[in-house]
């Protein structure tokens, strides 16, 4: 049913009326900034956690807050925080973080339509600021239109992160020896608690043991840090050997496709939800 003033062009293609307010506008960020404000506590302790840790590894506050600033992915921050060294081991760092950033080439892909038909600096930016928290509270919006929601959110995220970043920082510099609070475990603490929300089931179990195996192995036969490389490539060769078709039945497409849209959980262009009053007419009603 149209609403009073409505053209049709603007029922029959809700995904380009919403085009038409713009890449970025205010309302929209503002919004997606307050709908992650309950993340705000874990995201400064996290962010808080890291600064303490890049004190203890000799980072400069600048660095770190650099590296917030640049990479804004806080795993992969904790991964080049923990192998940082006074002969920065850089191949190390770079492949690491390359393999646990893998995630966001199906986050980006989840994301298409809010992109779709936007210019380059419009999705660079959008996915720069791209996080795990405010792309899973943006994919539960029935809209995904406006990428302005998206960039709300990161743009908060930030912000509490390198608060977060800033205070622990502060706070570390001032304690001696870490290991007294059991500083020198967060990293493995982080994430042995990011692992638990990673498990999909019995699917898993291989590949998991492969990592596990792999990652030991690495510890005894391989210098430096290659052990973490070690382990990431056993589990992702035996996660690909064991791999079946019904394994994809919790995928990003299953998981957020909702009724009258597509598999990534907003309008497909002019194949959008069709309106209660052009589905009546097609079926007689």
């Given amino acids: 049913m149209s609403r009073p003033g409505q053209t049709e062009n603007q029922i029959q293609n809700p995904l380009q009326n919403q085009s038409q307010s713009g890449h970025f506008d205010a309302d929209t960020i503002r919004r997606g900034a307050l709908a992650c404000l309950p993340l705000l506590p874990s995201t400064i ?18 660095e770190l807050l650099f590296m917030s600033l640049a990479v804004f992915a806080g795993s992969a921050q904790f991964v080049s925080v923990d192998l940082w060294r006074e002969t920065i081991p850089s191949a190390t760092i770079i492949i690491a973080t390359a393999v646990i950033n893998m995630r966001y080439i199906l986050i980006g892909a989840s994301l298409r339509p809010v992109f779709r038909g936007r210019p380059l600096w419009v999705k660079v930016t959008g996915m720069h600021m ?39 920082y502060l706070l570390g510099g001032g304690i001696p020896d870490p290991e007294v609070y059991a500083l020198d475990f967060a990293f493995t603490a982080v994430f042995a608690a990011l692992t638990i929300g990673m498990w999909k089931g019995k699917v898993d179990l291989l590949p998991w043991i492969a990592a596990a195996v792999g990652s030991v192995i690495g510890h005894y036969t391989l210098p430096g840090t290659w052990s973490i490389l070690a382990g990431a490539g056993a589990g992702v060769l035996v996660a690909a050997l064991t791999w079946r078709e019904d394994m994809d039945d919790d995928s990003l497409e299953a998981e957020f496709a909702v009724e009258g849209r597509d ?3 907003a309008p497909e262009g002019t194949n959008a939800a069709k309106p209660a009053t052009e589905t009546a007419m097609e079926t007689g009603q």
């Fill in 45 to 62: 302790i996290f962010g808080a956690v890291l600064g303490v840790l890049a004190a203890q590894r000799g980072l400069s506050l600048g």
């Fill in 130 to 168: 791209v996080a795990d928290e405010n792309w899973a509270v943006s994919m539960t919006q029935k809209d995904l239109a406006n990428p302005g929601f998206l960039l709300g959110g990161g743009i908060f995220l930030g912000v509490v992160w390198a608060t977060g970043n800033t205070v622990g």
């Fill in 263 to 265: 598999a990534y959980g």
